[in-house]
């Protein structure tokens, strides 16, 4: 047992230094580029490094973006454009929400057949027609305003 410890521990520091060999690169007579372990004789050739290189580090999204308008506007332009920004965001989280709870609706009105609502202060049930009406009108509120 001893001994197979020893030579796989032998057998795998070796491995590593003859992954780490040098490995030469080199341009013959007829222009094409060649590879390996041993430099050509009476030819000049390059030595390459075959370590892993690290990884670079990732620039930030700031740093890689491009120059955006309100970096390079005035400041009143910078603040009516973030304003703006804001709205459209409002309005784009106010229609997630509304197509939700159409979906919401609609899941319900697929699966209830009782369904009841409110009219005038009092519950009253729909009937199979105004159900049917309802899941019509619901669908075609999603497909209008949903992606």
Known sequence: MRRMIITSSLLLAMS???MASQVYKW???QGVTHFGAQP?????ATSINTA???PKPVASEEKKAAPTFESIADPEQAAIDKKVKQEIAAKEAERKKYCT?????LAQLQN???VRVE????LRRLNEEER???ISETQKSITDNCK
Request: glycine share 6%.
């Open 119 to 122: 009219v005038d202060g009092e």
């Open 112 to 114: 209830n057949p009782r």
């Open 16 to 18: 590593a230094t003859a």
């Open 40 to 44: 050509p004789q009476g030819q000049e």
């Open 132 to 134: 049917q009406a309802r």
């Open 101 to 105: 709870d159409m979906r919401t609706n």
């Open 27 to 29: 341009v013959d007579a």
């Open 52 to 54: 892993t290189p690290q």
